[in-house]
């Protein structure tokens, strides 16, 4: 009765490991490292490096592990990367997870959990965006998540297995005891920028356009904090060993910040006013993303408990400060 978690050395799989041990699950985590790092994986879970792609791999950690249940966070994530290569997104998003799905199939998982994105909607004209809204993803990365969205669906109506899709926001901020954070090797997400720049990592960071169609011009999205979307997975599982209806649910709070007002809040919270420069837009990044988010409360009894941007952002500036520590005891 052990969980799978793919991409469990990086940063939302190592949380949601985290949140399986507290609830007394077993754990083993599967990740290439290209991203994540060893040490990231939580103490308590057993660790295999290799690729989720892998299907004898895969078949084995299943059979040796005695694994019943798959979540399904290992892919590449960003949007503009997407952009420049596709045929790579394509290939770690979606071939890849489909060589995992076969694997899961052909050793009878019962239960999967996937990390699908607000990017599978677009540029939706309608704000907020219901699970129910037409996918037309803009870029490349929320293409590639929509098709393994679509192969699970199909395979779940062929194969005895039950599936939540959940479509994150944007997720930010860091485990509130400090046991986890964002480290990815190449940070592109506003959050984390910020707070690299607040701690002195970065000298500067620019706001990436300034002439969209939103009251102080500047790009809105919907913040969630990664502890409480570690705990829609428990919760998501739990649903789905209780026989829960295959299912996609949104993942965000149902209110959305500008680039402005986030940047705000990191100076407010940090007390350091840097410096900001304004950029050209980035491609691929649409103009407002905010979660219609009753649907995960009614299935799931979802209840965030860190819904305040001033919350994550605290808990991303203290996870900042902890990583140039621990730079400092390494060097
Ligand atoms: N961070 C966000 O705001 C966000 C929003 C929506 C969806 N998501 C999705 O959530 C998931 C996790 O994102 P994250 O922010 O934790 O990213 P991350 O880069 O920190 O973690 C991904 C992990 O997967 C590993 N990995 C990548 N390809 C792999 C492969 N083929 N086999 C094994 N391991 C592999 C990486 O080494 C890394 O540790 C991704 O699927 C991402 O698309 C993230
Ligand atoms: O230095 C920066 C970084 C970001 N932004 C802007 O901030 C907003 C948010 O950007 P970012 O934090 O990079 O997140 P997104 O591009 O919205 O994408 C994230 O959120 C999506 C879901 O909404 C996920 O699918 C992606 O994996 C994840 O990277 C966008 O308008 C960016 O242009 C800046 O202006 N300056």
């Known amino acids: 009765m052990t969980?799978?978690?793919?991409?469990?050395?990086?940063?939302?799989?190592?949380?949601?490991?985290?949140?399986?041990?507290?609830?007394?699950?077993?754990?083993?985590?599967?990740?290439?490292?290209?991203?994540?790092?060893r040490w990231a994986v939580p103490a308590g879970a057993a660790f295999v490096e290799g690729d989720c792609g892998d299907e004898d791999l895969v078949r084995r950690i299943i059979d040796e592990h005695d694994v019943t249940a798959i979540m399904h966070f290992a892919g590449s994530i960003i949007v503009p990367d997407s952009v420049i290569y596709p045929l790579e997104y394509y290939r770690n998003n979606t071939v890849n997870s489909r060589a995992l799905l076969q694997a899961a199939v052909d050793s009878g998982i019962r239960h999967f959990i996937f990390s699908s994105t607000a990017g599978v909607y677009g540029e939706p004209n309608a704000t907020p965006i219901n699970e129910d809204f037409a996918l037309k993803p803009i870029s490349p990365y929320g293409t590639s998540k929509m098709?393994?969205?679509?192969?699970?669906?199909?395979?779940?109506?062929?194969?005895?297995?039950?599936?939540?899709?959940?479509?994150?926001?944007?997720?930010?901020?860091?485990?509130?005891?400090?046991?986890?954070?964002?480290?990815?090797?190449?940070?592109?997400?506003?959050?984390?920028?910020?707070s690299q720049t607040a701690t002195g990592v970065r000298p500067q960071m620019a706001i990436y356009g300034e002439d969209y169609q939103?009251?102080?011009?500047?790009?809105?999205?919907?913040?969630?904090h990664v502890s409480d979307l570690a705990n829609a997975h428990v919760l998501a599982l739990e649903y789905l060993e209780r026989g829960g209806e295959s299912d996609v649910m949104n993942c965000g709070y149902g209110r959305g910040f500008s680039v402005?007002?986030?940047?705000?809040?990191?100076?407010?919270?940090?007390?350091?006013?840097?410096s900001v420069d304004l950029a050209e837009r980035r491609p691929g990044d649409p103009q407002s993303l905010v979660?219609?988010?009753?649907?995960?409360?009614?299935?799931?009894?979802?209840?965030p408990v860190h819904d305040d941007l001033e919350v994550i952002v605290r808990h991303a500036l203290d996870w900042e400060q902890s990583l140039k520590t621990r730079e400092v005891n390494a060097a």
Request: overall charge positive; hydrophobic content about 45%; charged content about 25%.
């Open 214 to 224: 939103t009251p102080d011009g500047t790009c809105i999205r919907d913040y969630i």
């Open 291 to 303: 979660a219609g988010a009753d649907r995960i409360r009614e299935k799931l009894g979802w209840v």
């Open 3 to 37: 969980v799978l978690v793919t991409g469990g050395a990086g940063y939302i799989g190592s949380h949601a490991a985290l949140a399986l041990l507290d609830g007394g699950r077993d754990v083993v985590v599967l990740d290439n490292l290209t991203q994540g790092h």
């Open 147 to 194: 098709m393994t969205e679509k192969m699970l669906a199909d395979a779940a109506i062929a194969h005895d297995f039950n599936y939540v899709a959940l479509r994150y926001f944007n997720v930010a901020g860091a485990d509130p005891k400090g046991r986890a954070g964002q480290t990815s090797r190449k940070a592109t997400h506003l959050i984390k920028i910020a």
């Open 260 to 274: 402005r007002e986030v940047i705000g809040a990191v100076k407010k919270v940090s007390g350091v006013d840097f």
